[in-house]
């Protein structure tokens, strides 16, 4: 499996606390490892033709979600990507949140049909940036993933936009990733290094099973002879 690797530096403890590092230091380091990040991804997706990325963890606390986040900014602002980012987390939305926005319909009200999805898209901070937060989620747990509404969505929505990026639920300690991978293009599992248990990792990962796994992102190494990513 391909691991991509990011150096960990002082600004990662102010990202920790969920400050989007890509939006309020453009020109940091740790800004720069998200650009060597995305063209990383952007070469290997490319190649097979893969827009709709879900980014996933073994658990909860590991960083996907600022992976995300940050990934998609540096996307469309860096690179004139246009990107969209859904919140499919249903058990944790935070994508709102992390963009100091209201959360208005979103994901959720599209999938019950309450609103179109057009009308539930958000302008991002930034030029080429949308957002679909989760909205107002009544279904139970597994519905939203479940739904033939949401492979509608990202099939739609993957003809709009360069790149689509989704803040996937964590695996464990229970959820069906193949609800996910039958909807997306690519798969990207964020592992925080040093920290999540390897057996624990193991079973993560034997649990997708899929093909559609990109790779493996490293969040907050501490591999000092390591200054760009790698395999």
Known sequence: ???LMRKTTESDLEESRGALITLNAPTSL????????FTKIDSLCRKEGKKAVALTSSIKGEGKTTTTANLAVVAARDFGKRSLII????KSPTISKRFAMVDGPGLAEVIAKKCQLASALKQ???ENLMLLTMGHCLESENSIWATKGIKAIISEVREWFDYVWIDAPPILPVFDMSLISESVDGILVVVRAGETPEPLLAKAIKSLGTSKVIGTVLNRTKMARYDQYGY
Not at 30 to 36: A, L, P
Not at 87 to 90: A, Q
């Open 1 to 3: 499996m391909r691991i």
């Open 30 to 37: 740790v800004t720069d490892r998200y650009r060597m990040l």
């Open 87 to 90: 919140d499919g987390d249903f």
């Open 124 to 126: 991002g901070p930034i």
